[in-house]
């Protein structure tokens, strides 16, 4: 079985809202944790199941490394 893991990574967003170029130079990634099992991890991307059976994996979030900020070992 895949090692459950912990992923602290800065996700992309989007807004239609107006923002003068002041405020947009302000804006920041948006601080995001994930659980799941750790199926790959290199120098482009982090793959992670959130969801597994005896045989397969689901729910699938890829992240791409320049994201990450940390992963965590979890048991």
């Known amino acids: 079985m895949a090692q459950k893991v912990e992923v602290h ?3 992309a967003w989007h807004t ?11 804006l920041k990634p948006h ?6 099992y750790l199926l790959r991890q290199d120098e482009r991307v982090c793959v992670i ?5 005896k045989e ?7 992240i791409p490394s320049g994201m990450i900020r940390r992963v965590r070992k979890i048991g």
């Open 49 to 53: 199941a959130q969801s597994s059976d």
């Open 9 to 11: 990574w800065d996700d």
């Open 31 to 36: 601080p995001t944790c994930s659980l799941g």
């Open 56 to 62: 397969t994996f689901s729910e699938l979030l890829v």
């Open 16 to 26: 239609q809202a107006d923002f003068t170029e002041a405020e947009a130079k302000k």
